[in-house]
Nanobody
Framework: QVQLVESGGGLVQTGGSLRLSCTAS????????MGWYRQAPGKQRELVAT???????NYADSVKGRFTISRDNTKNTVYLQMNSLKPEDTAVYYC????????????????WGQGTQVTVST
């Protein structure tokens, strides 16, 4: 079981910035992929950004050039720097850890943080 603890959400004006943090209970190098997802009321949860254990990143088109995912391996922490925020970015943001264990059979594990509210005012 991987425990994920988030922080950094809040209320900002359009054009402002926030940095979200997600700290895992074990080395993020042992987690295949860590990422950020978000869900707005009435909408499905969507991918925002991901980072694999070797540092490869992926971003949703809607946030490219504005959001940056990064990590601090010594702190078991993944960050999401959000700049030039728009009202459309308003959502609950969730940290995610995806683990693949290859043994006698392959098994996957999907862990989620508690979510943190990000609100961008007009």
């Amino acid at each position: 079981q991987v425990q994920l603890v988030e922080s950094g959400g809040g209320l900002v004006q359009t054009g402002g910035s926030l940095r979200l943090s997600c700290t895992a209970s074990e080395s993020i190098l042992s987690i295949n992929t860590m990422g950020w997802y978000r869900q707005a009321p009435g909408k499905q949860r969507e991918l925002v950004a991901t980072m694999t254990s070797d540092g490869s990143t992926n971003y949703a088109d809607s946030v490219k050039g504005r959001f940056t995912i990064s990590r601090d391996n010594t702190k078991n922490t993944v960050y999401l720097q959000m700049n030039s925020l728009k009202p459309e970015d308003t959502a609950v943001y969730y940290c995610n850890a995806y683990v693949v264990v290859v043994s006698t059979y392959t098994r996957t594990y999907d862990y989620w943080g508690q979510g943190t509210q990000v609100t961008v005012s007009t």
